[in-house]
Nanobody
Framework: VQLQASGGGLVQAGGSLRLSCAAS????????MGWFRQAPGKDREFVAA????????YVADSVKGRFTISRDNAKNTMYLQMNSLKPEDTAVYYC???????????????????WGQGTQVTVSS
C-alpha cells in the first residue's frame, strides 16, 4: 500500500484546511487509517483514525470538536477536515495505515505499518 498525503498549506488562525490521503493498493474492511502530526522537536502525535469498514472514527482530545476525519471507500481516500485552526496545530501531518486490525484502534505510531510522505500545515497567529 502506498499513501499520498496532500492539502497542507499556510493559513491564519481560525481558518480551515482539508487534508487528503489517497491509498493505492488493497485495503480491507479491518483496515484502520489515521492521521498523525509532528511539530519540530516533538514526538509524533496521534490526531485521528477511521476504520475502513463501518467508518467508526477516533479523534484526539486536543482536536476534538475542530477536526473531523472521514473516508471515501470508493476513492480509497481519507480526509481530515480541520477547522478553527490554532498556531499550535502547526506541524507536518502524516497519514498512516494498519491493514488488518482485529482489536482496538491504536493511537501509537509504531503500530501503523504504512506511511505517507507528510504534508506541512502552518497556522499563523
Amino acid at each position: 500500500v502506498q499513501l499520498q498525503a496532500s492539502g497542507g498549506g499556510l493559513v491564519q488562525a481560525g481558518g480551515s484546511l482539508r487534508l487528503s490521503c489517497a491509498a493505492s493498493g488493497r485495503t480491507f474492511s479491518r483496515t484502520v487509517m489515521g492521521w498523525f502530526r509532528q511539530a519540530p522537536g516533538k514526538d509524533r502525535e496521534f490526531v485521528a483514525a477511521v476504520r475502513w469498514g463501518g467508518g467508526s472514527t477516533y479523534v484526539a482530545d486536543s482536536v476534538k470538536g475542530r477536526f473531523t476525519i472521514s473516508r471515501d471507500n470508493a476513492k480509497n481516500t481519507m480526509y481530515l477536515q480541520m477547522n478553527s485552526l490554532k498556531p499550535e496545530d502547526t506541524a507536518v501531518y502524516y497519514c498512516a495505515a494498519d491493514l488488518v486490525v482485529s482489536g482496538p484502534v491504536s493511537t501509537g505510531a509504531s503500530t501503523y505499518t504504512y506511511w505517507g510522505q507528510g504534508t506541512q500545515v502552518t497556522v499563523s497567529s
